[in-house]
T-cell receptor
Framework: GESVGLHLPTLSVQEGDNSIINCAYSNSASDYFIWYKQESGKGPQFIIDIRSNMDKRQGQRVTVLLNKTVKHLSLQIAATQPGDSAVYFCAEKDSGGYQKVTFGTGTKLQVIP | DTGVSQDPRHKITKRGQNVTFRCDPISEHNRLYWYRQTLGQGPEFLTYFQNEAQLEKSRLLSDRFSAERPKGSFSTLEIQRTEQGDSAMYLC??????????FGEGSWLTVV
């Protein structure tokens, strides 16, 4: 759900389990979506992206699913590892020619060893 | 390391002083972006350059903020007459056309 101020939604996952992080977006005109991982004190790190003409894309241990009907994006991490602990942001870009990427509310992933 | 480079990484300044941050994008990336991030929030877009042209500016970019990219390579973000509310991490990012946007490690600003 929505977070306010410092209270990020948190997902706690046992090491080795799969993680699913969800994101809802509101702009129907968005045509490009990105997931970033951000560790404490560092800049966002690109994980995977997907364009609106696709509904699924796979990377190494990660899969992004896009459901344009309900404006929902998810990031699946297989066999979650302690190094996956971070804040994850989904981001979107409008198809209307603007180049800015708009970030959603982050989700904090805590991996329990 | 050939990623996006930002300098300085940390800056503490007194209220009312001017500060300048520098960003060196990934080589051959023609697009450069500045974002601001406060604790617990996602990055917020400030401005974007394609080569040396500043093409988009957010309403967040008040008249105390100015960004330049004079030769289409590195960029500077200057904040004049800093206020405590300017305390944040300033992130630079770059991309080649509409491809993946890569971020630097950010420049932390603390205004005291």
């Amino acid at each position: 759900g929505e977070s306010v101020g410092l209270h990020l939604p948190t997902l706690s996952v046992q090491e080795g389990d799969n993680s699913i992080i969800n994101c809802a977006y509101s702009n129907s005109a968005s045509d490009y979506f990105i997931w970033y991982k951000q560790e404490s004190g560092k800049g966002p790190q690109f994980i995977i992206d997907i364009r609106s003409n696709m509904d699924k894309r796979q990377g190494q241990r990660v899969t992004v699913l896009l459901n344009k009907t309900v404006k929902h994006l998810s990031l699946q991490i297989a066999a979650t590892q302690p190094g996956d602990s971070a804040v994850y942001f989904c981001a979107e870009k409008d198809s209307g020619g603007y180049q800015k990427v708009t970030f959603g509310t982050g989700t904090k992933l805590q991996v329990i060893p | 390391d050939t990623g996006v480079s930002q300098d300085p990484r940390h800056k503490i300044t007194k209220r009312g002083q001017n500060v300048t941050f520098r960003c060196d994008p990934i080589s051959e990336h023609n697009r450069l972006y500045w974002y601001r991030q406060t604790l617990g929030q996602g990055p917020e877009f400030l401005t974007y350059f394609q080569n040396e042209a500043q093409l988009e500016k957010s309403r967040l970019l008040s008249d105390r903020f100015s960004a330049e990219r004079p030769k289409g390579s590195f960029s500077t973000l200057e904040i004049q007459r800093t206020e405590q509310g300017d305390s944040a991490m300033y992130l630079c990012a770059s991309s080649f056309l509409s491809n993946t946007i890569y971020f630097g490690e950010g420049s932390w600003l603390t205004v005291v």
